[in-house]
């Protein structure tokens, strides 16, 4: 007879987790269904669909998933140089809900709800190359070394597209590229919102009921190209949270109205990218220590000056996708430049016009594709060396960046892998486990792109 190894599986105790689920079940006793959301690496969303009955198993005893989920491409295969796979037996983790997450999911027929999940091992500690315990060991270093806290929002921008057949070889029309004439950017059109107003209804009901903290909805510089904004959150685990279930809610919704969201950061050539910009302060026992009256100004310029420093090294955390760099195209309203600037749209870190209090600092690298952990993981170790150093940054720029001389951004792939690589800055921030894991990926997928052949090669040379 052969001894089962068994292990009673050691609950992580996030606050308030009994009473969440007790209080969600007492509400939705007929659940139909529970999705469970694991976003990987990249910032794909793994999970299972399981029963509704099956809620309160899942938080008191959590859900098995292997670690190697965080060892996928973007495509979900297995990179094997991250050697999470078979040589380590692909075992399981043990992964635990985020209770402030569990919601009902208002885009689907059937009653169902969703709840976000965070990798741990069978002793509750957790598992650090899941993206969100990299932030939040981030998130504890800068509150240990300076006792600040991060108070983050972000802004998404996304493209509508008609729904397809499925086939995207050829390139896809945006809502509103069609009309009668050309297309046309139509910068912040209130008819483009109103030709949309079912969609945009069920958007800002669908985050009311999953409160997710969504503010402004605009039309933004592209044909069919929009942009939401999400409220401040004193969390950055929660602000990112919110990017994660907002990206998701807005495919639902579209996909509702025989639409197609797209949060690709370059679709097109001619039009702008979609972007993923942060704002940024910090606060001290509640105070925005950037906005003090005798030191604030010094504070935000030692912040700025480490982003700056840090932001070729980190520039992966920021633009992880092959598509991503195609996105910095100068006069794009993307950033080609290591540079900063007060209210100025041109720049990689922008000082918004704003009252004392709000003083921030606005990052705009980011692609609407990337992993928001990861780019909050980096956008804090800059500010982190910058508050460690204590340095003045460089002038900011007064005008058009693009037409500044600068030092400039890698447009290419490999030399941003190259960069976060022999990074040690990169390697503390993210930690040694997932600095080998998103280095390995990273090379993977950018293989995987040289050994396609464009049909322009096809037209070209055939």
């Not at 859900?63 to 190697?68: E, G, H, T, W």
């Not at 037996?89 to 689907?108: A, F, R």
């Not at 910068?187 to 919102?193: G, K, N």
């Not at 001290?284 to 932001?311: C, Q, V, Y």
């Amino acid at each position: 007879m052969v001894d089962l190894p068994h292990h009673d599986p050691e609950h992580p105790a996030e606050p308030g987790w009994q009473k969440a689920f007790e209080a969600f079940l007492a509400e939705h006793p007929d659940l139909d269904t529970l999705e469970v959301v694991l976003p990987d690496t990249n910032g794909v969303l793994r999970g299972k669909w399981l029963p509704g009955s099956a809620l309160e198993k899942v938080f008191e005893q959590g859900v098995a998933f292997p670690f190697s989920l965080f060892g996928l491409d973007v495509w979900g295969r297995e990179v094997e140089s991250t050697e999470l796979h078979i040589e380590t037996g692909d075992k399981d983790g043990l992964c635990w809900p985020v209770p402030e997450s569990l919601k009902l999911v208002p885009w689907v027929e059937r009653k169902t709800a969703q709840v976000l999940l965070s990798m741990y091992d069978r002793e509750g500690v957790p598992f650090l190359i899941d993206p969100r315990h990299v932030l939040k060991r981030m998130i504890d270093r800068i509150h240990d070394e300076f006792g600040v806290t991060a108070t983050c929002a972000f802004e998404l921008e996304f493209y509508l597209f008609e729904e397809s057949d499925g086939d995207w070889t050829e390139q896809p029309k945006p809502l509103f590229s069609t009309h009668l004439g050309p297309a046309r950017q139509n910068m912040y059109a209130l008819s483009d919102l109103e030709a949309l107003l079912p969609v945009v209804d069920d958007l800002r009901r669908a985050c009311d009921e999953q409160g997710i903290p969504a503010d402004a909805a605009v039309s933004e510089a592209a044909p069919g190209q929009f942009e939401l904004n999400l409220h401040h959150r004193r969390n950055p685990l929660l602000a990112a949270d919110d990017v994660v279930l907002l990206r998701r809610l807005v495919a639902g919704v579209a996909r509702k109205h025989q639409l197609k969201a797209s949060f690709m950061a370059k679709p097109f050539v001619e039009w702008p990218g979609n972007g993923m910009h942060v704002h940024v302060s910090m606060e001290k026992d509640g105070e925005n220590i950037f906005s003090h009256p005798e030191t604030g100004a010094e504070r935000i310029g030692h912040a700025i000056n480490g982003l700056l420093e840090t932001m070729p090294e980190a520039l992966l955390l920021f633009t992880s996708t092959f598509n991503g760099f195609r996105r910095m195209q100068p006069g794009s309203y993307a950033p080609t430049s290591i540079c900063w600037g007060f209210d100025n749209r041109s720049v990689a870190l922008r000082v918004p016009a704003s009252s004392p209090e709000a003083a921030r600092i606005e990052h705009r690298i980011a692609g609407a594709d990337a992993n928001p952990y990861l780019v909050l993981t980096g956008i804090l170790a800059g500010m982190l060396e910058g508050l460690r150093a204590e340095k003045s940054p460089p002038e900011p720029v007064i005008g058009n960046a693009y037409e500044k001389k600068h030092k400039r951004l890698t447009p290419w792939m490999d030399e941003a892998i190259d960069a976060f690589q022999a990074s040690p800055r990169m390697k503390e921030a993210v930690g040694e486990e997932m600095h080998k894991v998103l280095t390995a990926i990273k090379r993977e997928e950018l293989n995987e792109f040289g050994r396609e052949i464009s049909s322009l090669e096809r037209q070209t040379y055939l």
